[in-house]
């Protein structure tokens, strides 16, 4: 049998928690063959919720969960992990600034990444989806400078999700038949889907879709505030289905990708297309299975451009404003 693997997830006792783990456990992450153990991270007034779960965990008698270790030690917490899922962190309250959340959550994301490196496997892979996820992964990452830049994430998955479903709901085909539909930049409402790349059953998505406006007025729209309009709907936040972007992601990066295809994970930018270097910024991706690198050659008009502009600028700000937790 395989050595199990360390997968430890923050914010376990939460709503995303509550749906990843049972996943996670059952092999859809890491395939119906890898055995994993795992560590399950809360802050101490949510332990008790934490022990009503690992009870649940311990009730489905899953094959291949071979150990849980659940508490609100960092250390203990990230212990020789080889994935730290990092979905915990404090939510927008109202009348709370940005800049405040930012702020809590990144002295939350410098503590992280701190134990992170002092305490987790050599090839620990890092995937922030607590929010705002791509400046807590910047603020983890630099908190964590013995591990390599290419180990970090921050989800946009569930944005591609959601986008390809709205074109597939379009152009009245399966959702299998939609390919290659980038979300580029900060996984915020400033987010770019880039139709204009994205295929349909093997056709550019503009040439099925003969409809400029819709893209323009309802596509982008749609998938930008589909947050707001989940938490309008149901009072909740999206939590199945950002736990299934979560499932999605790590399972595109440990698998090679299909050829012609990618998939769009935030990743430490290269200067690639031009943005910043060091930003976390969400790019098209294909990854061998151990490696991954950015799609190159990416055909960018002045319409993606802007957007793309847009949505680096908002990092950019956000980098500004937790500069001395970086
Ligand atoms: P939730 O509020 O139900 O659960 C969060 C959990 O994190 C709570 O149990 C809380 O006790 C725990 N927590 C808070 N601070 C912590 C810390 N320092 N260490 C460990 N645990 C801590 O929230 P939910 O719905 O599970 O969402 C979690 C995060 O994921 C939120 O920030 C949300 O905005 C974000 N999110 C990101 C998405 C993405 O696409 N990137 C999509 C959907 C949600």
New binding site residues.
Partial sequence: MKTPIRVAV????????YSLLFRIASGAMFGPEQPVILHL???E??LP?LNGVVMELQDCAFPLLKGIVAT?DLNAGFKDVNWALL?????RKQGMERKDLLSI?GK?FT??GKAIAANAAKDVRIFV???P?NTNCLIAMNNAKSIPSDRWF??????QNRAVTQLAMKAGVDTTEVKNLAIWGN?SSTMYPDYFNAKIGGKPATEVIKHEIWFKDTFIPTVQQR?AAIIKARG????AS?AN?VVDTVRNLVNPTPAGTCFSVGVCSDGSYGIEKGLIYSFPIVSDGKNWKIVQGVEINEFSREKMTATENELKEEKAMVAELL
């Fill in positions: 923050t914010g376990a006792a939460g709503q995303i928690g991270i809360e802050i007034p949510a919720a609100a979905v915990g962190s404090v939510p959550n939350i503590g992280q989806v607590g929010n996820c921050a989800m946009t998955m569930l944005d996984h947050g909740l936040s999206s939590a950002a972007a």
